[in-house]
């Protein structure tokens, strides 16, 4: 009678839960649909610079502002992007063309407003728009055999090789003069959906991509009762100059056009995502694939032969003598065991590890979530000087505050219960009363040459994927080789696990059990080579210059560094202790 009556209580629960659900898309998800005529928003994101890392809002410069400016709610990874998405004037309607339009009336911008914008064009920023939850692009047209032969070559290989870069620029320098775009000529792409006869067509926006130009408010010839101008020739117009020292005047103006394409709504990210150097990324991974595994053949074939031999010497029942005379790993049998120095702070850092490799909940810890808040805050406070959009709200910071204090603290404690309630782990031999002395170890056993030597082959493995993501991060590039993501993980954790059995296993040898914290800080021995490839990637591939933005770049790539060396460090600890538990398991211990 019980169990129905609860069975009917559940029921009842269910009946007057579901009826309040109601299904929802995730925005950018599902597509829309667009009549002939409709408005098709134009939104602005924010700007950016690969050299200053410093996000902007669109309307921080000044550009024509409606009369009333709605930003958009804002997830919290847009948030810490540092996206503002905000309506504009662009009045662009599906498939309707438009010639030349004004955005506003000349606007007279003063001569800090001019050095604001001066200065921004020198720092090669980006200005970033969308319609219909898709990034404006401008195309990029390269001719790959330029340089092979003359012009009659050049002339029967027409193929090019196109790409596109994320957003447009907001102005050029030529000879220390400063130009800005003023015109956009918006390209839209709309598919038209197949319906039955009679029916309206809808269409749907498949690609967005613009012509920045610069010309000069007098060749455009604006009307401004119309709102219409006359866009001139390319050949006979002069570009729109900004001189820092002085007030300039500006006219923003745009231009509509609308072509069908046959891509459908599902395949409009590929264009974005076209990428011309697929072949070397496979080559890449097919490369780091053999040496990985082949390295990692030969380094268990080694080790399961000597082991077969060790134990198999060490169980054999001689007598008394040669029982004496045993060296190796099975002499620390005794203190291999031994609980380490600050156990606490180890079995924290193995946590934040085991976290990141799960790659569930990152914040469910206490130390680890601590440094990432008290950088991030620190370098917020150096971003918030600047006046960026990348600086996080004060709100959103006490929303992640409540998160880490409402959830991730519960969260710690809730494991600790759990985790001291447990079962210890029983270990196959027992530890010693009295620890064992420490014989006198070689130069090459010592912990930051193991760090050096045991760091090389997991980084040697990814470092070429390592270039692609921080292209991705600090030069506003697409990254979305995911598949490739998960390959590359696959093989950190084969060679960083079999680098960390071979380690502990040389340490063993020589009669050195305190194996806890150097198998975590040798098997994150990659972390080093990280940093450095990320210091030379800030010398040779981005020219930032300025402290702050410099400050930023070492800020994250140190909480990079941080994270890479928990997950590295706990693969090859929990690695190297598996292997501990057999090897002892297979000796006979009297």
Known sequence: MAAAAMETWWALLLLFVFPAVRPFYVPGVAPRDFHEGETVDIKAVKLTSSRTQLPYEYYSLPYCRPDSVFYKGENLGEVLRGDRIVNTLYNVEMNKDKKCEMVCNKKKLSVEESKLVAERIQEEYYVHLIADNLPVATRLEFYPNREAGGEEEQRKDVVKDIQFEHGYRLGFVDNNKFYLHNHLSFILYFHREKLEQGEIHDYRVVRFEVIPQSVKVDDLKAVEKDKTCTLPEASGSAPQEIDPNKENEVLFTYSVHWEESEIKWASRWDTYLTMSDVQIHWFSIVNSVVVV??????????????????????????????????????????????????????SSLLGSGIQLFCMILIVISTLYPAVV??????????????????????????????????????????????????????????????????????????????????????????????????????????????????????????????????????????????????????????????????????????????????????????????????????????????????????????
């Open 373 to 590: 808040f008290g950088i991030c805050f620190i370098l917020n406070c150096f971003i918030w000087g600047e006046h960026s959009s990348g600086a996080v709200p004060f709100t959103t910071m006490l929303a992640l505050l409540c998160m880490w204090f409402g959830i991730s603290m519960p969260l710690v404690y809730l494991g600790y219960y759990f985790g001291f309630r447990k079962q210890p782990y029983d270990n196959p031999v027992r530890t010693n009363q009295i620890p064992r002395q420490v014989p006198e170890q070689r130069w090459y056993m010592n912990k930051f040459v193991g760090i050096l030597m045991a760091g090389i082959l997991p980084f040697g493995a990814m470092f070429i994927e390592l270039f692609f993501i921080f292209s991705a991060i600090w030069e506003n590039q697409f990254y979305y080789l995911f598949g490739f993501l998960f390959l590359v993980f696959i093989i950190l954790v084969v060679s960083c696990s079999q680098i960390s059995i071979v380690m502990v296993y040389f340490q063993l040898c020589a009669e050195d059990y305190r194996w806890w914290w150097r198998t975590f800080l040798v098997s994150g021995g990659s972390a080093f080579y990280v940093l450095i490839y990320a210091i030379f990637y800030f010398v040779n591939k981005l020219d930032i210059v300025e402290f702050i933005p410099s400050l930023l770049y070492f800020g994250y790539t140190t909480l990079m560094v941080l994270s890479f060396w928990l997950l590295t460090g706990t693969i090859g600890f929990y690695a190297a202790y598996m292997f501990i538990r057999k090897i002892y398991a297979a000796v006979k211990i009297d």
């Open 293 to 346: 595994f082949f390295l990692s053949g030969i380094l268990s074939m080694i080790i399961i032969r000597t082991l077969r031999k060790d134990i198999a010497n060490y169980n054999r029942e001689d007598d008394i003598e040669d029982t004496m005379e045993e060296s190796g790993w099975k002499n620390v049998h005794g203190d291999v065991f031994r609980p380490p120095q600050y156990p606490m702070i180890l």
